[in-house]
C-alpha cells in the first residue's frame, strides 16, 4: 500500500505532474564502461583503440558526474582510421546486397539483446533514444541494402563517409544517416558529440559482433575541430553534418575547398509552428503542444498559433494544463539571463504571461512559460531563446495562419491541428517545411522522408529519397578531391572584365550585337558593357552582354513574380510547355547547329546530333513531368503519410564550356519541370548557342521571367548569384575556387550546392550530357527537387 505521504494516480493526475524517477543504478551500462576503464578511446579497423599520449575530456551525467573520459583524436589517429576505412568499404562494398542485409538483421537482433545497455548508456550520458528506434533503422535499411542492386542499378557508393554530428543533437540524428550509408556499401566514420560518443562506441562494438568487416565504421571522439580535421583527409568521399545553424555555418567554411561534397542537417533549435484551427479538438490539441514544447529534450523550438476564435478557449486551458508543472532544466545557466530578458521584453509589449510557477530566483531551471498574444515581430516570436518558452500568436484566416508560420527563418515541420481534413491537406501543401504532421507531432520513423527547408538544412533523411545523397550515377566522376585555394572571398568575382583587343579584325565582316535575356525580354547588360565572343580561330563572332549583379537581382525579382503561379500549375500544363519548347527548337535545328559549330569548332555533323539529342532531352522532361509524384508511405503504425516532391524555387546554373546547347536544355528542363524558376549563366567561352536559344524560348509558351540567360564572367555572376538571399539552390560547373567560394558562401543563407569541377567533366568530352543512363537525368531531377511528407493519423 502507498505511505500517507505519496501521491496517489488522482493527484498526479490533477496536477499533470510525472510520476516518481525510475531508481535505476543503470548497472548494465556501467558494467561495460567498468570493461573499459571508464576511459573510452577511438573505434577503428574493429576493435577500440586507446592512444597514448592524447588529451582526454570528461563526459557528465544529469547530476554533474562523471560518466567517462574521451580520448582527443589527433592527426595521425585520423589518419590511421581513414586508411582502415577505405579498406573497410572494399571489404564492405565488394559484398552483395544479401550478405550486407543479412549483417544488418544480425544488428537488430543483437540490439535487441542489449537493449537495457543501449538505452542505460543513453540516459547516462543525457542523450536518450529508444532501443526499438535503432532496431527498426536496422530491419527498414536491411531491406534497401537486400534491393540496391536490384532497384538502383546504375548508382555506386560514394565510399568513405563522414558523419559528423555536435552534441546537442539527438542520438537517434547520428543513426538515421549510418544506416542508409552503410545499405548502400559506404564505410562511415562517425565523429560524435561528446555525451554521443559513448553510445556511439558501443553501437560501433555490436556492429562488429553482428559481422561488420573491420574498417567499415569506426567512431573518431575528440573537440569540435576534429570533424574538420576529418573532412581534410583525402579518403573521404562525402561529409554530412548534424548540429546547429551558427556551428553548422562555422563548418561549412572550414571544410570549404577540399572537394567535399556537403550536406547539413541544422534541425537543432529550428522553430517550428504547431497551429490550432477552430475546427480541432482543443483538449487534444493543448495536451500535445504541452507535450511537445515543454519536455527537457526537445528537438525543436515550438511556436504556437492559434486562430482567432478560439484563443481565449485555448489560453484558459494551457493555464488549467500548466498548473503545477515542474520546472526545466535549460541547456545551460548562462542562458537564463536570455530567458528572463525575453519573457520581461514581452511582457513589456503587452503579452499575456502563464507560468505554471514562479521562476526561481537563479540557477538553470524555469518553469514552462507561456507567452500569450505576441505580435509576429516580437523577438521572442522571431527568435525564442533555447527553454520552455511557448510564444502564442493569433491569426484570422487559414491563409494568414499559413502566410505568418511561413514567416519562421526555418522550414523544418509543422504540426497542424483540426479535425477538417482538406483544410489540414489544404495547409501543409501551404508550409515551406519538410514534414508536417495532422493532429500529432514528432512522429518518426526511417520510412518517413524528412527534408530540410531554407536555414533547416539541404539534405534529406529517411526513405528511398534520404539514399541517394550517399550514391553517384555509375557514369558520373566523383568531385575531385583538392586543396583549398589562398582566396580572397572578399574580392573573388568582383574584377573588372578585362578588355579585349581583337587581333586580325576584318572590317568586311562586322560582328553581331547580341542580348541577354531577363524578365522575358530581351536587353543589354545593366552595365552597358559588351563581350568579345571569338571562333576557335581567333575570329570575331559577336559581343555579348557584360552582366553582374544588377541583372541577377532584376532576373530574380522576374522570377519571384512568376515562379509561384508555374509551380501550381499542373504537371500536365508544364508538360504542355515542355513540349512546345522541345518543338521549337526542332523548327530552329538548322540554325542551332550552324551556331554550335561556329562556336565550337566542332563539325556540323556533331553539332546536328547535339541538337537532336537536346531536343530528345527536352521531351524526356515533358514526359517525366507526371510521371514522377511521390505517394503513400507504408507505415507499421496505424495511420497513413504522404510524400511528394516540391520545386525549391529559383536555381542559378553557371554552364559548363561542353556542350554549350545540351548542358542547358538539361539543365533547364530539369528544374522548370518540376516547378523552378531558373537563371542560366552561359558558358564564358561558349555563350552563342545559348543567346541563339532565346529566339527558341521567345516563341514557346514558357511564361516570362520563367527563365533568365544572363551573359558575362563566370565569376562575376558565380558571386552575384553566391550572395542573393532569393536564390535557393546553384548548380554549378567551373573552377576548383569557384567551387570552394560557393561552399564558403552559400551556407548563410543556406543553398542547395551541385558542384563540378569543369576541368574533370572536360575529360570525357561531354560524354556525361549525353549518356543514355536513366540515372544521368535521374541524378538531375533529384537536384531540383526537395521532398515533403504529411503524416495523418487513423486512430
Known amino acids: 500500500m502507498a505511505s500517507s505521504t505519496s501521491n496517489t494516480v488522482y493527484d498526479i493526475f490533477q496536477s499533470m505532474d510525472s510520476g516518481a524517477p525510475s531508481s535505476s543504478t543503470a548497472a548494465a551500462a556501467r558494467a561495460w564502461l567498468e570493461q573499459h576503464s571508464q576511459s573510452l578511446g577511438l573505434f577503428a579497423n574493429g576493435k577500440f583503440v586507446c592512444p597514448v599520449g592524447r588529451r582526454t575530456h570528461a563526459v557528465t551525467d544529469s547530476k554533474g558526474g562523471t560518466v567517462c573520459s574521451l580520448v582527443c583524436a589527433e592527426d595521425e589517429d585520423i589518419s590511421s582510421c581513414a586508411s582502415s576505412a577505405a579498406a573497410g568499404f572494399k571489404a564492405w562494398g565488394e ?15 543483437t540490439l535487441q539483446r542489449y537493449t537495457q545497455c543501449v538505452s542505460e548508456l543513453c540516459d547516462l550520458c543525457q542523450s536518450p533514444c529508444p532501443p526499438s528506434a535503432l532496431v527498426r533503422l536496422a530491419q527498414y535499411y536491411a531491406g534497401w541494402a537486400q534491393l540496391r542492386d536490384t532497384l538502383m542499378p546504375e548508382w555506386t557508393p560514394r565510399g568513405v563517409i563522414a558523419v559528423v554530428v555536435s552534441e546537442d543533437c539527438s542520438f537517434y540524428s547520428i543513426w538515421i544517416k549510418v544506416f542508409p550509408a552503410l545499405a548502400m556499401g559506404n564505410a562511415v566514420i562517425v565523429v560524435p558529440g561528446a555525451k554521443l560518443a559513448p553510445p556511439a562506441l558501443l553501437l560501433a562494438q555490436l556492429f562488429m559482433e553482428a559481422g561488420l568487416p573491420a574498417g567499415a565504421l569506426s567512431v573518431v571522439t575528440g573537440d569540435g575541430s576534429v570533424g574538420a580535421k576529418v573532412a581534410q583527409n583525402n579518403q573521404i568521399s562525402y561529409l554530412t553534418y548534424s548540429g546547429s545553424q551558427q556551428d553548422g555555418e562555422v563548418f561549412s567554411k572550414q571544410t570549404a575547398g577540399w572537394g567535399l561534397p556537403l550536406s547539413v542537417c541544422l534541425s537543432v533549435s529550428a522553430m517550428c509552428p504547431f497551429i490550432i484551427f477552430e475546427s480541432a479538438d482543443l483538449d487534444s490539441a493543448v495536451d500535445a503542444v504541452i507535450e511537445a514544447a515543454f519536455k527537457k529534450n526537445k528537438d525543436w523550438q515550438w511556436v504556437l498559433f492559434v486562430q482567432e476564435s478560439v484563443l481565449d478557449s485555448v489560453s484558459a486551458r494551457l493555464k488549467v494544463r500548466m498548473a503545477g508543472l515542474k520546472c526545466v532544466s535549460l541547456p545551460c545557466e548562462s542562458d537564463r539571463s536570455r530567458v528572463d530578458a525575453a519573457v520581461q521584453e514581452a511582457v513589456q509589449q503587452g503579452a499575456t504571461l502563464i507560468q505554471s510557477s514562479s521562476p526561481p530566483a537563479s540557477g538553470a531551471l524555469y518553469p514552462p512559460t507561456a507567452l500569450c498574444g505576441l505580435a509576429p515581430p516580437s523577438s521572442a516570436a522571431v527568435s525564442p531563446p533555447p527553454g520552455p518558452l511557448l510564444p502564442i500568436l493569433s491569426f484570422r484566416s487559414a491563409a494568414e495562419g499559413a502566410a505568418l508560420s511561413n514567416r519562421t527563418p526555418h522550414g523544418q515541420a509543422a504540426s497542424i491541428w483540426t479535425e477538417d481534413l482538406t483544410l489540414a491537406l489544404e495547409t501543409a501543401k501551404s508550409l515551406c517545411v519538410g514534414s508536417v504532421w495532422v493532429n500529432s507531432h514528432s512522429v518518426t520513423d526511417p ?3 524528412q527534408c530540410g527547408r531554407r536555414d533547416s538544412g539541404n539534405c534529406t533523411d529517411g526513405g528511398r529519397e534520404g539514399l541517394y545523397q550517399y550514391l ?17 572571398y572578399a574580392t573573388f568575382g568582383t574584377a573588372a572584365s578585362k578588355f579585349m583587343v581583337p587581333e586580325g579584325f576584318d572590317p568586311s565582316s562586322v560582328p553581331r550585337s547580341c542580348f541577354q535575356y531577363v524578365g522575358g525580354k530581351l536587353c543589354k547588360a545593366d552595365s552597358g558593357s559588351s563581350r568579345t565572343v571569338q571562333s576557335p580561330g581567333g575570329a570575331v563572332l559577336a559581343h555579348c552582354p557584360d552582366g553582374g549583379r544588377k541583372d ?7 522570377a519571384l513574380k512568376v515562379q509561384p503561379g508555374w509551380m ?9 510547355s515542355l513540349y512546345s519548347l522541345s518543338d521549337n527548337l526542332e523548327k530552329r535545328k538548322l540554325d542551332m547547329a550552324t551556331s554550335i559549330h561556329a562556336q565550337t569548332g566542332i563539325s556540323i555533323e556533331e553539332a546536328e546530333k547535339e541538337v537532336e539529342i537536346s531536343i530528345t532531352r527536352l521531351s524526356d522532361w515533358a514526359a517525366r513531368c507526371d510521371k514522377q509524384t511521390g505517394g503513400m508511405l507504408l507505415l507499421p503504425q496505424t495511420g497513413s503519410a504522404l510524400s511528394a516532391p516540391e520545386a525549391l524555387g529559383v536555381v542559378g546554373v553557371v ?3 561542353t556542350k554549350p546547347l545540351l548542358s542547358l536544355v538539361s539543365l533547364l528542363g530539369a528544374a522548370v519541370s518540376v516547378g523552378n524558376a531558373v537563371i542560366m549563366v552561359p558558358s564564358e567561352k561558349h555563350p552563342l548557342p545559348a543567346l541563339d536559344f532565346i529566339q527558341v524560348l521567345q516563341a514557346s509558351d514558357i511564361p516570362a521571367g520563367l527563365v533568365s540567360v544572363i551573359t558575362g564572367g563566370r565569376n562575376q555572376l558565380t558571386h552575384a548569384l553566391a550572395n542573393h538571399s532569393e536564390i535557393h539552390a546553384v548548380w554549378y560547373w567551373g573552377s576548383m575556387e569557384g567551387c570552394q567560394f560557393l561552399q564558403h558562401t552559400c551556407c548563410s543563407p543556406l543553398k542547395h ?7 574533370e567533366k572536360a575529360k570525357d568530352g561531354g560524354k556525361y550530357w549525353s549518356h543514355p543512363s536513366p540515372s544521368v537525368q535521374e ?15 487513423t486512430a
Do not use: Q, Y
Open 447 to 449: 520510412s518517413f522522408p
Open 568 to 576: 501550381k500549375k499542373s504537371p500536365a500544363a508544364r508538360a504542355l
Open 753 to 759: 550546392l551541385w558542384l563540378h569541377c569543369e576541368e
Open 95 to 109: 559484398l552483395s546486397g544479401h550478405r550486407r542485409a543479412k549483417v544488418l538483421l544480425r544488428l537488430a537482433s
Open 552 to 558: 541577377v537581382r532584376n532576373a530574380v525579382e522576374a
Open 472 to 488: 553517384r550515377p555509375s557514369v558520373s566522376p566523383s568531385l575531385t578531391r583538392s586543396t583549398p585555394a589562398s582566396l580572397d
Open 655 to 657: 554552364l559548363p564550356d
Open 779 to 793: 541524378e538531375m531531377w533529384r537536384e531540383a527537387v526537395v521532398w515533403k511528407s504529411v503524416w495523418i493519423p
